[in-house]
């Protein structure tokens, strides 16, 4: 059996497409994955992003939920200092009691933003401080005991809503192993502490209820075009755009600037945070994963797919779906 693969959708607003066309988008992707065989979709809560539509993770969820069946859907992930635990555990209860069996709640830690943003959103700049104590809270407004006496979350009781802990650095990787947890590594975006980690999660995994062995899922940036040279060109189209989204500060630019960027040693340090990257036709997306997912010995590979429009991304889901063997009609 091939191993289990997922999308992290980041709705993003490409620059020619309005925030609607995005997450009608986010809805379209979610139904080819349900389609196609994919076993969930997840989106990362990011504040203050031009280009990226994710910031309510529970309203999207709520929304792409309803329109589809049985894929499925959570937050990859809910950035816990930013909120109260009471309240995610009441929205994602809410999700759970609506769409019973689809819901996960990946946990990070950072701020999804910078420190202006922090500011605006009232958050404590220590709170990422006290996020263990804020995952074991959260874990027990979800279970049928709450940790608080005298707090339930209501929605949100016994639904015991699944979660993972998601990182990019050892802290998560322990925390994740300390508590029994599932463990998802951003290695989309923050590819340099990956196998430290891995080897961190798993040789100090301690089983919980809701896990009796190690879950690891590696995630991993995806162009799939029909040609080689098509996939290559949707990823310089990606790189631009990151060059306008870390390094442009709000300034327009040609895609001339932003190729010359990224020719910079600030520019190549944007570049490899796609170090993990399969790109190209479905065959050469395949031999990348297969060879990814046994570099990291993944349970689960979450794919990031970087196209630069809702139908590249799209043809990019259908393509790697054939290429792993997902569903019946990803293989007709």
């Not at 959708?9 to 309005?18: S, Y």
């Not at 990362?44 to 031009?50: L, V």
């Not at 046994?294 to 689960?300: K, L, Q, V």
Request: glycine letters at 8%; zero cysteines; charged letters at 20%.
């Amino acid at each position: 059996m091939a191993l289990p693969l997922s999308i992290l959708d980041l709705a993003t607003i490409g620059q020619n497409e309005t925030i609607a066309q995005s997450l009608a988008g986010s809805v379209a992707l979610a139904q080819q994955a349900e389609e196609f065989g994919y076993s969930r979709v997840w989106y990362a809560e990011h504040h203050n992003m031009k280009s990226i539509a994710s910031s309510a993770t529970s309203v999207l969820i709520a929304h792409v939920a309803a329109h589809t069946k049985e894929i499925r859907l959570g937050a990859g992930g809910v950035m816990l200092p930013n909120h109260a635990p009471l309240v995610i555990a009441e929205h994602y209860g809410t999700l759970a009691e609506l769409h019973p069996g689809r819901i996960d709640l990946g946990l990070g830690r950072a701020p999804g933003s910078d420190q202006t943003t922090q500011r605006a959103l009232r958050r404590d700049p220590g709170a990422a401080e006290s996020f263990p104590q804020d995952v074991i809270e959260l874990q027990g407004y979800l279970s049928d005991e709450s940790k608080v006496p005298g707090i339930e979350a209501i929605p949100g009781r016994g639904t015991h809503v699944p979660l993972y802990i998601l990182g990019s650095s050892l802290f998560g990787a322990q925390l994740a192993a300390a508590l029994g947890l599932p463990y998802a590594f951003a290695s989309h975006f923050a590819p340099a502490m990956l196998h430290e980690a891995i080897g961190a999660y798993r040789g100090n995994f301690q089983p919980s209820d809701q896990l009796a062995e190690p879950y690891f899922i590696a995630a991993a940036n995806v162009i799939a075009a029909d040609s080689e040279a098509e996939a290559r060109a949707q990823m310089q189209e990606t790189l631009r755009a990151r060059v306008r989204l870390f390094a442009a500060a709000g300034r327009a630019i040609s895609d001339e600037e932003a190729d010359a960027f990224l020719e910079s040693p600030g520019g190549q340090r944007i570049a490899a945070m796609m170090q993990y990257s399969a790109i190209g036709t479905a065959d050469d997306v395949r031999e990348y994963l297969t060879g990814f997912a046994a570099d990291t010995r993944a349970d689960e590979l979450i794919t990031a797919h970087q196209g630069p429009t809702v139908n590249a991304r799209l043809r990019s889901v259908e393509l790697t779906a054939q290429a792993w063997g997902l569903g019946s009609k990803a293989s007709e």
